[in-house]
């Protein structure tokens, strides 16, 4: 080397920084690509397939990709580090061995590094497509050397209980996916964005969150006198009822309107012809899933159920459209008017049902009260005091205050709640009266 010209090492020099700022841009660039993007070029049709499949390839094995990047970057840096002290020699003497790994140090962090490793982590693809040209080739043709270098690493590792197999694959878990949706806000639509999460949802939500509970049921009776079921019919607001004898746990079928309707054409209305009407009760077994449900209510061409526990007694009803309010939201645009449990007072109290569900006063209110418990007002409030209170109990509930006004059967009929007073740094019950 003594033998070569100044200005012939110093283009080796610039060659080298050139190669060593290529291997650091390329790990950057491999590293940092969208894999989800990589995914859908590879399987497309654009002119980028074959780059991007070629990327995809070197990635399936990440430890061998950067033992060859490594290996090449060290390779480089170490001979430039070499000709740069011999060309400092040549110019300052023996001062030169302390100048050159100064200023080898300056260029290579500037020019090989810092710089390039900035550019392909702002256009990773831009960086890596162009690589893997390079890459893919290099690490056949230096396959044997990375084999051994990676196999001692990967033999250190063992030591330690670490295998290189255990890396982490690109499947996303709900939460990671919930981020994801929430960080592509400026590309998709609030309200695609609100359902999308909505459906993230489902599998967390089982049946009794969103059932019409038992005494809610809107029925028939059999057993009722017949202008009694008459007038039931008359006025009942639902197309499906479910029609029982004697008791709710004792079903006989669901009442389509429409095949009433069938039925009277030239026929007068009886208890016998209202039961050629009915179909047999399609049951959902309580704590099923929402995203389950759904596509059990689509296998079995089904809009409606029973929701039913471990005893075979029925909890309520859930129906195919609940479930796609959960998706949707309510198909109307003042959520709270549309709930006659929650009735707006001109002192901006709210006068709630107690038997209405935690999760349709979160939505109607946007409010964030707990799920993972009671389903209830009701019972939420009886499961934090821990006894039954009585008429005139006030609390603070989660920061809303709030007064029972009504009991009745054990049960909290009606209480007045201030969202006006709400303290978001009360996280639990106070009792205020």
């Not at 005494?215 to 639902?238: K, S």
């Amino acid at each position: 080397m003594s033998q070569l010209s100044l200005e012939l090492l110093l283009f080796w020099l610039f060659i080298l920084i050139v190669l060593s700022a290529f291997f650091s841009s390329s790990e950057t660039g491999m590293m940092r690509v969208n894999r989800y993007r990589l995914k859908s070029l590879a399987n497309g049709t654009s002119g980028k397939k074959s780059a991007a499949q070629r990327v995809q390839d070197l990635l399936q094995l990440p430890d061998r990709l950067l033992g060859l990047i490594l290996i090449g970057n060290n390779f480089v840096n170490f001979f430039a580090a070499t000709i740069a002290t011999v060309i400092a020699e040549r110019l300052w003497g023996s001062t030169g061995l302390i100048i050159a790994p100064i200023l080898l140090t300056l260029i290579v962090l500037i020019f090989a590094e810092l710089t390039p490793k900035t550019l392909a982590a702002l256009y990773p693809e831009k960086v890596a497509f162009p690589s893997s040209y390079i890459l893919k080739p290099l690490l056949k043709l230096l396959y044997p050397l990375v084999w051994i270098i990676n196999s001692i690493s990967n033999g250190l590792l063992r030591i330690f209980g670490i295998k290189s197999n255990q890396l982490e694959n690109d499947k996303l878990n709900p939460e990671e996916l919930r981020a994801v949706v929430n960080d592509a806000s400026p590309l998709i639509p609030q309200r695609h964005q609100k359902m999308l999460l909505n459906i993230l949802d489902l599998e967390s939500t089982t049946v009794e969150d969103i059932m019409v509970p038992r005494r809610e049921i809107v029925g028939i009776d059999l057993d009722d006198e017949w202008d009694e079921i008459a007038n039931a019919l008359q006025h009942c607001q639902h197309t499906r009822l479910l029609v029982y004898q004697g008791e709710i746990d004792n079903p006989l079928g669901m009442l389509h309107a429409r095949d009433l309707i069938n039925l009277l054409t030239n026929q007068l209305l009886t208890k016998d012809l209202l039961k050629k009407a009915i179909s047999k009760v399609y049951f959902v077994p309580e704590g099923t899933p929402l995203h389950t449900q759904l596509l059990n209510f689509q296998h079995n061409k089904q809009r409606i159920g029973a929701v039913v526990d471990e005893y075979g007694d029925i909890q309520g009803i859930v129906t195919l459209e609940d479930i796609l309010e959960e998706i949707v939201g309510e198909f109307t645009t003042d959520l709270a008017s549309a709930h006659p449990e929650i009735l707006r007072q001109k002192d901006k109290s709210l006068l709630v049902d107690g038997g209405i569900a935690v999760r349709e006063l979160n939505r109607s209110m946007n409010w964030q009260l707990p799920t993972d418990g009671p389903k209830t007002l009701n019972g939420l409030i009886t499961e934090y005091l821990e006894f039954l209170p009585v008429e005139g109990t006030g609390l603070r509930l989660l920061g809303y205050p709030m007064v029972v006004l009504e009991v009745d059967e054990n049960m909290l009929q009606l209480i007045q709640i201030y969202p006006e007073l709400y303290d978001d740094k009360i996280g639990t019950i106070a009792k205020l009266t």
